[in-house]
């Protein structure tokens, strides 16, 4: 079974500093991974994804992620905070078949972002 | 084309009353998920289903609850006789068949039971 965890559930960071949101995966074979932002009261909105190809994937907003297979990992990093981030963010995989895909998500970090 | 539809936004039901929650996926979507947040926590996956089929309902209450996706119509979530701990947002999201496409989420429906 996939399952998906996110360190730190709550992560602050001043305007104009680096992003830093971790995410691990564990499955048998590589997933499909994505990165979800919420903002309150809102559904989720993609940022990125990765399936296949480049490794280092270019979103929404600044953002970027990259697949580390090796340390099954899809961190999502974004140069310099805008206060306009401030906002829960969700990482996802689903299995890498064409049938049945089920997204399995982690359990969000909150971002706050310091003036 | 538009987006995953939600309706109500908001739904106040008392204690013993049905809340029925509504989804229309998003144009050639033939795959619906619901999942619930409580207040301060990550999505919890309730049920995964495509046209008059439910696929995993593993997050699914085993009583109370019920969803459907008929061959016609919306996506319909069912709280029987809900309880002050069903109040949550309840989200909808839907996918094309295709593997590797997101999930398009709605914009929720928050339940309040009072």
């Known amino acids: 079974a996939q399952s998906v965890t996110q360190l730190g559930s709550h992560v602050s960071v001043s305007e104009g500093a680096l992003v830093l949101l971790r995410c691990n995966y564990s499955?048998?074979?590589?997933?499909?991974l994505f990165w979800y932002v919420q903002y309150p009261n809102q559904g989720l909105q993609l940022l990125l994804k990765?399936?296949?190809?480049?490794?280092l994937v270019k979103g929404i907003n600044g953002f970027e992620a990259e697949f580390k297979k090796s340390e099954t990992s899809f961190h999502l990093t974004k140069p310099s905070a805008h206060m306009s981030d401030a906002a829960e963010y969700f990482c996802a995989v689903s299995p890498p078949d064409n049938y049945g895909q089920n997204f399995v998500f982690g359990p969000g970090t909150r971002l706050s972002v310091l003036p | 084309n538009a987006g995953v539809m939600q309706n109500p936004r908001h739904l106040v039901r008392r204690r013993g009353q049905e809340a029925r929650l509504r989804c229309s996926p998003m144009k050639g979507h033939s795959h619906v998920y619901w999942y619930r947040q409580l207040p301060e926590e990550g999505l919890k996956f309730m049920v995964y289903l495509q046209k008059e089929n439910i696929i995993d309902e593993s997050g699914m209450p085993k009583e109370r609850f019920s969803a459907e996706f008929p061959k016609e119509g919306p996506s319909i979530l069912r709280i029987q006789q809900v309880v002050r701990g069903d109040s949550a947002a309840y989200f909808c999201?839907?996918?094309?068949?295709?593997?590797?496409?997101?999930?398009?989420f709605g914009q929720g429906t928050r339940l309040t039971v009072v």
């Open positions: 499955s048998s074979v590589p997933p499909y």
């Open positions: 990765y399936t296949t190809g480049a490794t």
């Open positions: 999201a839907s996918s094309p068949w295709t593997g590797g496409t997101e999930a398009f």
